[in-house]
């Protein structure tokens, strides 16, 4: 149990019906990300929808004391095709334990972890409250409670080619890239995600 930051999975709010859904939408907008306005838009605009709907699941970091939203991360699970060329035989090793192996490409498939949106709040008055590292750690925590119930052990998540971003992901937190993704994006059209996994 994290004591520092309050962890909230947003349906605790939505089996509250409308009155639990209407707080949530207040909470969310006290929340600003300049730095990429698509986490900004997704959490106000499609977070609630995308867990009424099971598709993915949006939990909310909130100070203890003032109950001001900090950040927030969204986890579910997606299907991901993986060449583990560039892996090292004992991560290859792990991958092929939940996966199964197509014979002509070599690729593995399998199902995994995806923590499909990170943000912190750059709002003024919060800056530095969290940061990116301990917002990641909170989200490989929720990500091992997952596990213990349901088994699996690959996380995998899709970010900007962004060097400082990279850097963040690679050699700070140990994700290795696997695969490259075009998606489009109301912010910023069309553009190109590298995906990244790592074995928890």
Same mark, same amino acid.
Not at 11 to 31: D, V
């Given at each position: 149990?994290?004591?520092?930051?309050?962890?909230?999975?947003?349906?605790?709010?939505? !089996?509250?019906? $409308? /009155?639990?859904?209407?707080?949530?939408?207040?909470?969310?907008?006290?929340?600003?990300?300049?730095?990429?306005?698509? *986490?900004?838009?997704?959490?106000?605009?499609?977070?609630?929808? %995308? &867990?009424?709907?099971?598709?993915?699941? &949006?939990? *909310?970091?909130?100070?203890?004391?003032?109950?001001?939203?900090?950040?927030? %991360?969204?986890?579910?699970?997606?299907?991901?095709?993986?060449?583990?060329?560039?892996?090292?035989?004992?991560? !290859?090793?792990?991958?092929?334990?939940?996966? $199964?192996?197509?014979?002509?490409?070599?690729?593995? /498939?399998? /199902?995994?972890?995806?923590?499909?949106?990170?943000?912190?709040?750059?709002?003024?008055?919060? !800056?530095?409250?969290?940061?990116?590292?301990?917002?990641?750690?909170?989200?490989?925590?929720?990500?091992?409670?997952?596990?213990?119930?349901?088994?699996?052990?690959?996380?995998?998540?899709?970010?900007?080619?962004?060097?400082?971003?990279?850097?963040?992901?690679?050699?700070?937190?140990? %994700?290795?890239? %696997?695969? &490259?993704?075009?998606?489009? /994006?109301?912010?910023?059209?069309?553009?190109?995600?590298?995906?990244?996994?790592?074995?928890?």
């Amino acid at each position: 149990m994290n004591d520092e930051f309050l962890i909230l999975n947003i349906r605790e709010y939505l !089996k509250q019906g $409308e /009155s639990g859904e209407n707080i949530l939408k207040q909470i969310f907008s006290t929340f600003s990300c300049s730095k990429n306005l698509d *986490v900004e838009r997704f959490l106000r605009e499609q977070a609630i929808n %995308f &867990t009424k709907k099971n598709q993915s699941v &949006t939990y *909310v970091v909130l100070s203890p004391e003032e109950g001001q939203i900090l950040g927030y %991360f969204t986890i579910t699970i997606k299907p991901i095709s993986v060449n583990a060329d560039y892996f090292s035989n004992t991560v !290859k090793r792990k991958i092929a334990r939940v996966s $199964e192996q197509n014979e002509d490409s070599g690729n593995y /498939s399998l /199902s995994a972890y995806l923590i499909a949106q990170l943000g912190r709040n750059f709002e003024n008055d919060l !800056k530095g409250t969290i940061t990116g590292q301990e917002l990641l750690e909170l989200a490989f925590e929720k990500i091992r409670d997952l596990q213990y119930m349901a088994g699996g052990m690959v996380v995998f998540l899709e970010a900007e080619e962004n060097e400082k971003l990279m850097d963040f992901y690679e050699k700070k937190n140990g %994700f290795k890239r %696997f695969n &490259t993704k075009e998606t489009k /994006s109301a912010m910023a059209g069309t553009h190109t995600l590298i995906q990244l996994l790592k074995v928890l």
